[in-house]
């Protein structure tokens, strides 16, 4: 291992341990303010008390993953700033999510005490068959999506420092299953913190070093003409069978899949449960816009830009350009600076999917259908509803440690999975992000604004849609180019409101008082 691989690596463990103590310390500090708020509500919502800052930072250090550093700017190297139009739509995000979502879940959730997603299905559609289907695809795509970023984690550290790819999965999963199991919400959010301000800072030292090296922009752009014409925004050149970014088909795609879509991921949906006042909220969707038009333009503009600093013969995978650059050309404290800010994109994803995660098997399962007793009928009603409390507080007793090992398990789980990486991370994360848009987008636009939405609206949307998806992801059509999230949404929403029309059911007045 070289000196300068030495100091990228003194300066990524630095960093990575600075994350665990400072999420560890700031979850113990919470819980000691918020004791009233009890375990629930501490460990998996932070006792809904995030500032606007600290909302913003959250939201875009969970929807910025290893695809935002090292996918996308390395597919920029070859389709130049085209993709850009892609990074561009997901500048409004942030805005989209709190405007849409934000103030409707902030005070629903606090009416009825929820804490997941999966909470509020439950109150909003009344239905046991709901609330499990929607938790098992939780589950299933968020460790889809948690492989992804534990392979762009390990084959960062791994490639920077000259480990062994095992090695820098184990150091990587380590730390994020540490500060994730012991502080719960508050560590992922604080941390969020943390991270999006060295997410930040990586990509103003990643663009100042590229320009530098390539003689800056007029040098740059005009090796660029000659090496790649077609390279600039108007999209002149083709990416595959006559595709460009400004195919009609290709723009559809992509502004429902990273745009409009993203209002069914529910790890950023979470987070409108979560903040203190309306004043934080509108802070946020300001500050997190602007952040995330600095990281999304910054990096993919950096990735087109170093197209003429990659050596003659190519790169093996696209994955691998932004390590390639940042170890050629950067300095090695800059270096290390740098990668920590991808490092801090995957950590701050996969913790925030590690915790909600564990939140929907241990509350949304497991307290709701397997620590309560089974009903014979024929106990009186006064026994029942006596066994029924002793069951569910003998099981919150035991939240503390269930909800350590189960997050511990499951990070284990998806570490055993990423030992053996496929190719490309920016299409896994794609593909796990659709997933969850399929099932989750409807039920939610739906259940917060037609208040005819019922239980077979939801399990009638969630089957029709992620089976669309699936099918058009697994046969490989794609129709003028139009990605099969498209397709699946639009047979979701379709199977939602037929459904509604179709079987209309009269709403129950209780649950209008507290969803409406």
Known sequence: MSTEQIVILVVLIAYMAINMFLGIYMSRRSAREHASSGFMQNYFMGSRSMGGLVLAMTLVATYTSASSFLGGPGLSASWGLTQSWVAAIQIGTAFLTLGV????FAIISRKIGAVTVTDYFKARYNSPAVV??????????????MIAQFIGGATLVSSVTGMPYWAGLALFAVVVILYTSIGGFKAVVITDTFQGIIMTLGTFLLLFFVIRAGGGLSGITAQLDAMNPGWDILGKGEFSGGLTALSPGYMISFWVLVGAGTLGLPQTAVRGMGFKDTQSMHRAMLYGTVVVGILMIGMHFAGALTLPLLPAEGIASTDQVIPYVVLRYMPAWAAGLFLAAPLAAVMSTVSSLLILASATIIKDLYLTYIAKPAKTGTEPEIQKAAEAEAAEAAAVQKLPVL??????????????????????????????????????FWPLIGGLYWKKGSAPCCIASIIVGVSTFVFFNQVKIAPFHIHEIVFGLAAGGIAYFLVGLLRPEEPDPEMLKKCF
């Open 132 to 145: 499990i289907l929607c938790g098992v695809c939780l589950v299933v795509f968020f460790l889809t999506q």
């Open 101 to 104: 979502l934000g103030k409707k």
């Open 403 to 440: 909800s350590l090992l189960i997050t511990i398990l499951l990070g284990l789980i998806v570490f055993l999975l990423a030992l053996s990486p496929p190719d490309i991370i920016v299409w896994i994360n794609l593909f796990a992000m659709g997933g969850l848009e399929a099932t989750f």
